[in-house]
Every structure is written in C-alpha cells, then in structure tokens.
C-alpha cells in the first residue's frame, strides 16, 4: 500500500517481550547462569512437547492420563462430595486432552459445574472456547487467558461458587521445593474453606526411569532445551550458536531434583538485541529446567503445610504418578 505511511519496521516492544528480554539478560547476567523454563514454550516448544509426550520415556502424561481415563468415577466422586454447584478452575489448562475426561463424566453425572481454563496463551484459550462445546456438548465453559492468580482473582469476582482448581501435568514440579509451597500458599490465600484443588505430581521412583524421561533417546528433550537459544536468537535479535551447547540432564535420587543444564562446549560470546555480550567459558553451564519429584508423603506435608488438608490419593498402575485432592 503506497498512499498510507508504512509503519516503521518496529523492534518488538510489547509488555510480554520487553518481560522476555529482563528475565533473559538477568538469568544470563547471573552467577551461575539460568533461565526460566517458561519460556520453552513458544510455537515451536509446544510442537516440541508434544512429540515429548509421545515419546516411548516421557511417562508423566501417559500416568495421568490414564488416572484420568481409568479412576474417573473416584476423581468426579471426591469432587462432587465437596458441595453443590461449583466453579472447576483448571489452570494451564493447555488442549484439555486430560481433563475432558473428568468434564464428560461430570457432565453426564448432570454435576452442577462451569468450566473455566486459564491459560496465559490466547490461542489455547479461544481453541478450548470454540472446541468443548461441540465435542462436550452441555458444557458451561468461560476460559480466561492471563496470569494464574490474576485469573483466579478475576473468576472469584465473576461468582461466588465454590471453587475446584485443578493444576495437572507436575507442573508444580517446574519450581524448587520452597517455591512451590509458596505457591501452594498463594493459591489457599486466592481460596476459602472448603474449595478444593487436584494436583497432579510426579513420584520418585527408579533413577533411571526418570532420568530417561529427561533423555531421550530420539534427542527431543535436548532440542526442547536447545530452542530456548534458539527463541532468544529469533525474538531478541541474538547470536547463540547452538551447536555449541550441550544438553545435560541430571537427576539426584535423594533430593529427588531432575534438573537439566546446558553446558557451552567452548570459551564463547553471545551478543543479544545486537548490544548485550555475555561471555560463556568452556564447560560453563545455564540452569534451564527442574522437575522436582516426590514421595506421596512429601506431597501430603506440602499440603498440611500450605493451609490445605489432604483428602484423596490416586495413582497410575504403576504408582509413577498421583493425582491428589486437598481442601482448603
Ligand atoms: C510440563 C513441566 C511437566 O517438567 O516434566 C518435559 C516439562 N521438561 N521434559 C516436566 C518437560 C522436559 C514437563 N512439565
């Protein structure tokens, strides 16, 4: 269009990416180096962690899937035991796959229940707007995209149900021990008595099995790793070459801490936004990832000790995996 001013080709300065490009050059400008692994999750990420969740190691998804499928009845019974009409908060709820089944069996047991994901993707929310009605016909359905608390905050202004928020995947395993009993304690301060919450966490269970999960074979869990640099390069004008890291998981059996690093393979620099350099020795890593496991005890005291009382157990055949209930 030749008539209009064109716009000048603008840096990206939305809110997100400004945020993107603190935490990145805070992480790397730190001692010792780390980034935030919620930012794995660009376009390419997610395509990346699906592959992961279809991968022959990674079983956390394949566990709860199958509470989800299997102990379905035993997930919806403690749920509905809790009262009557009620909100079920789900937060990343991502493409629901899990949850759909506990939503259909709600359903059809005529629960008194409206469904609210939140999601801080847009995309994801809209595709769940438009796709449960059709494939969950009946569903009452409000998704929120945003920040978790702040939804969750925006839900309780909206009504005045009592409130199931569930947190599904080990998502809560992505903090370290201490975070994520902070977490526990923001959420109860966002909840009243008798609210519940259904958290899924992965066990501790033989070191090489998780470990593996964190190693596949197929090489997916080091470019899930690898396109972190790769997503710096493409939306902070950087230079990593990627080549030039390694991808290191580890797992400690006691601490039951699963955590990956990226080692640099050579004395290198890295030029962000074309200005920043950050200078990497050889065999210097970045803190990228932990996955935090544990026993079911320590999932009970996590939340005794959060200001929510645990209610109900379930786990995969294996006992890999358990989806928990606490109220508050
Ligand atoms: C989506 C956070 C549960 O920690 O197991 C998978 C992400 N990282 N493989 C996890 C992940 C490497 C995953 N969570």
New binding site residues.
């Given amino acids: 269009n030749t008539t209009t001013c064109q716009q000048p080709s603008a840096k990206q300065t939305d809110v997100t990416v400004t945020q993107f490009y603190k935490d990145v050059l805070k992480g790397l400008r730190s001692e010792p180096k780390r980034l935030d ?1 919620k930012y ?1 999750y660009d376009a390419i990420g997610d395509k990346l ?1 699906q592959e ?1 969740m279809n991968c022959g190691e ?1 079983y ?1 998804t394949n566990c709860e899937l199958e509470i989800f499928t299997q102990k379905t009845a035993e997930l919806a019974k403690s749920i509905i035991a809790g009262g009557d009409a009620f909100d079920l908060i789900e937060l990343g709820a991502g493409d629901a796959t899990k949850s759909s089944y506990l939503l259909k069996y709600l359903i059809d047991e005529k629960a008194d229940f409206t469904y609210l994901p939140i999601d801080i993707s847009g995309n994801v929310i809209s595709y769940l707007n438009i796709t449960l009605p059709v494939t969950l016909p009946g569903i009452k359905i409000n998704g929120l995209q945003g920040e978790y608390f702040e939804m969750l905050t925006k839900a309780a202004s909206i009504s005045t149900k009592r409130k199931v928020v569930m947190f599904l ?3 809560i ?2 903090m370290a021990v201490a975070e994520a009993e902070g977490f526990c304690r923001v959420l109860r301060q966002h909840l009243s008595p008798g609210d519940m919450v259904l958290i899924g966490v ?1 066990l501790k269970k033989n070191p090489k099995t998780v470990l593996a ?2 190693n596949d074979k197929e090489g997916i ?1 080091r470019r ?1 790793n690898l396109n972190l640099l790769q997503r710096i390069n493409r939306e902070l004008d950087a230079d990593f070459e990627v080549n030039q890291f390694d991808h290191y998981p580890t797992y400690n059996p006691e601490t039951g801490a699963c955590k ?1 690093y990226l080692i640099s393979l050579q004395n290198q620099q890295v030029k962000i936004n074309g200005t920043e350099n950050i200078s990497f020795a050889k065999d210097e890593y970045i803190d990228m ?1 932990i ?1 935090q496991k544990f026993t079911l005890q320590q999932v009970d005291n996590m939340a005794r000790s959060t200001g929510f009382k645990p209610l109900t157990q379930l786990l995969d055949s294996k006992g890999w995996f358990v989806d928990a209930v606490w109220v508050a």
């Fill in positions: 692994s794995f962690f992961l990674y956390p995947g080990s998502n395993g992505n992965d999960a964190y869990t899930f990956s990832e996955s």
